[in-house]
């Protein structure tokens, strides 16, 4: 089932499904209905660019990581299992491909036999930007406008818009919007303007970053995109790309705020993040490390948020149990569409 089927048919998730399915996801998760895990296997960039095709392009990613690699996630909910696996390496962009290609196999949970193949590329990026509203939510006071700014213009930065777009428009009063090139945050300013009604505003530089009370970065960014004294002193930061948080940033958290992970083990065992780097270039494991010093995370039932508690700061590396349940109301849905049908005698609902 590609996305263009499912366009075609009617049967596409709305940013509401997606919202709805990541919703019955957390709950799954937090009680533990939910659970899964997630491999990767990480390719030397040094192979990729002693390919003579591909030599002359490594300029032009001197500060972004290709990202190449291949990954399973893998999970089961209360009443379906699945695989999601993805190829990922951001030259593919060069070939006008996406960077990253999610496939998703969805299993029956008691027979583990294998119910729908989906292409999850697109619904990856927007489970991803369901964080945004959960993170949002939380942090950004009721009543009052604050500005958000979004460090990237990929598929998961337009996620991010199109979800606080639909969960907190009434509490943003504009998103600034920075990539690494300008006439990209342009783009994605002009794509989204008229399905959006926040203000998008394209940046070059950071310097409107302190007037912002969140700050999410979804970038492939070799190197932090941003400095600590960027930022205003509380504000919340959420990290949904790679090494995106400096060091000063993240001690300064640790002193006076909140440091918060959607699953500390994930984070800590993918190792391609902020926090998680922060510990492993010093020997040590945000795993063993976190709950000794508090790291709180989303998929603990506990609340993980506190007004007044100073800066926060969120590191998400995309559960697979979030996947698992789009690819489930995706597959649903097609089957409420085809009602009658021979489809729809196969399908468990």
């Given amino acids: 089932m590609t996305r263009s089927d499912l366009a075609t048919r009617g049967c596409a998730l709305t940013t509401k499904d997606v919202h709805e399915a990541a919703a019955r996801a957390w709950a799954e998760i937090r ?3 939910a659970r899964g895990g997630k491999a990767v296997l990480s390719l030397p960039e040094d192979e990729f660019w002693s390919v003579p095709d591909f030599t002359a392009f490594k300029p032009d990613f001197a500060q972004e990581r290709l990202g190449w690699k291949l990954s399973s996630l893998y999970s089961v909910s209360s009443t379906h299992g699945g695989v999601k696996i993805i190829g990922a ?8 491909l996406p960077r990253s290609t ?7 949970k008691f027979t583990l036999r294998p119910i729908a193949i989906l292409d999850e590329t697109a619904l990856s990026a927007d489970r991803t930007g369901t964080y945004a509203s959960l993170v949002a939510e939380a942090c950004l006071a009721r009543g009052t406008a604050s500005c958000v700014y979004l460090v990237g213009a990929g598929p998961v930065a337009q996620s991010v818009i199109r979800s606080l777009a639909f969960s907190c428009a009434d509490r943003i009063e504009q998103i600034f919007v920075r990539a690494r090139r300008l006439e990209n945050a342009r783009a994605l300013a002009i794509a989204l303007s008229g399905e959006v009604k926040i203000p998008l505003v394209p940046v070059d530089d950071n310097r409107t970053m302190r007037c912002c009370s969140l700050v999410v970065t979804a970038s492939n960014a070799r190197e932090p995109v941003f400095a600590d004294e960027d930022l205003a002193q509380e504000a919340t930061t959420l990290h949904l790309g790679g090494n995106e948080a400096p060091e000063d940033y993240l001690k300064r958290v640790f002193r006076t705020g909140l440091m918060v992970c959607d699953d500390l083990q994930t984070v800590s065992r993918r190792n391609s993040q902020s926090i998680a780097l922060h510990f492993s270039s010093r020997g040590l ?4 490390i976190g ?9 603990n039932p506990a609340p993980w948020y506190e007004d007044n508690a100073g800066p926060t700061c969120v590191t998400c590396v995309g559960l697979p149990m979030l996947d698992l349940f789009v690819a489930q109301a995706s597959f649903d849905k097609y089957c409420r569409a085809h009602a ?3 489809v729809a005698r196969t399908c468990p609902i």
């Fill in 340 to 342: 009658g049908s021979e």
């Fill in 102 to 108: 999610s496939t998703f196999i969805l299993l029956d």
């Fill in 31 to 33: 009680s533990g209905a």
């Fill in 89 to 96: 390496n951001a030259f593919n962009r060069s070939l006008g």
């Fill in 291 to 299: 709950p000794l010093i508090g790291i709180r995370e989303l998929a």
């Fill in 285 to 288: 494991s945000l795993e063993t």
